[in-house]
């Protein structure tokens, strides 16, 4: 294949998209995920491809969150699992929470080939996997209601990205506390979840590793001061005015 050269402007950028493309190749990641990858990078370049300052608000939120849920889980699908497979087995360990996989294409083809790549990269378990998936969230009709009962089913807290507005909707009427990550501060999804990290998975899961790490060692209502005081309403009307002063910004330099 051909080798994208480390002086392209656009370097890291081609970089993702090769990943991508890769583990469309090897069956992990579906078309249509190559498609909601292209949303993602036009709302990415719009952030100038950086976190900005509401996002790193809403991780530390969610990082609080985490390390006081009883029972978190880690939601993965296609395009997680090829952007960020370290990563989120890392967090996972970090924060003793499960790994779940839940796809709206859902094949046992591709959740066996998701569970194999994990676990080659050290995984202990993976939920979710053909009959294991055997409850179902309640009036979901696409194919990611079927969940594990001992994963997502019982969670206390889901943690996703890439999601579909209905089921975030669900989680959050089972009584799951629902930390989403999502570039599009405009989406159901960004407007359901209880906490929303508008950035895109590449940086934010490891900055959610690096600010787990931080606070692993707060006291406990000191978490939950951070984790409660959250408004996910208000983070991203400050989110969506961040954007706007980028933009100002960008004008008034005539840059475009
Ligand atoms: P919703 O159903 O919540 O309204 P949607 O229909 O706009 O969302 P989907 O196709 O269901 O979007 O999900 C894809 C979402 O994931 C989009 O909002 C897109 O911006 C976002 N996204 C794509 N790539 C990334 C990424 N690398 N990091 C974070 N978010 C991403
Ligand atoms: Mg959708």
Known sequence: ????????PRYHSLIIRKKLVDAFRQGIVVPEGLIAH?????????????????AYRAIKAA?????????????????????????IIELSKIINAKLEVNLFHR????????????????ADEVLGIGDDAS???PRLESKRRFVSPRG???????????????????????????????????????????????DNVIRAIPLLIEECKKLSNS????????????????NLKAMINAIKDRLSMLTSLEVI
């Open 152 to 198: 997502i089913y019982l969670a206390d807290t889901v943690l996703l990205a890439l999601e579909d507005g209905d089921r975030t909707e669900q989680l959050v009427k089972m009584g799951k506390k629902v930390i989403a990550i999502d570039l599009n501060p405009l989406s159901r999804t960004a407007r359901t979840a209880n906490i929303t990290i508008v």
């Open 1 to 8: 294949m051909e080798e994208i050269p480390k002086s392209h």
């Open 38 to 54: 292209g949303r993602g990078e036009a709302l990415d370049y719009i952030l100038g491809e950086k976190t900005l300052e509401p």
């Open 107 to 122: 094949t046992i083809e591709r959740e066996v080939k998701i569970n194999k790549l994990l676990k080659s990269l050290g």
């Open 219 to 234: 006291p406990r209502d000191e978490l939950e001061k951070i984790a409660y005081n959250f408004d996910n309403e208000e």
């Open 63 to 87: 990082s609080a969150l985490l390390l006081i849920s009883k029972k978190p889980v880690i939601s993965v699908n296609g395009n997680t699992a090829a952007l960020v497979p370290k990563e």
């Open 135 to 137: 409850e179902t969230i």
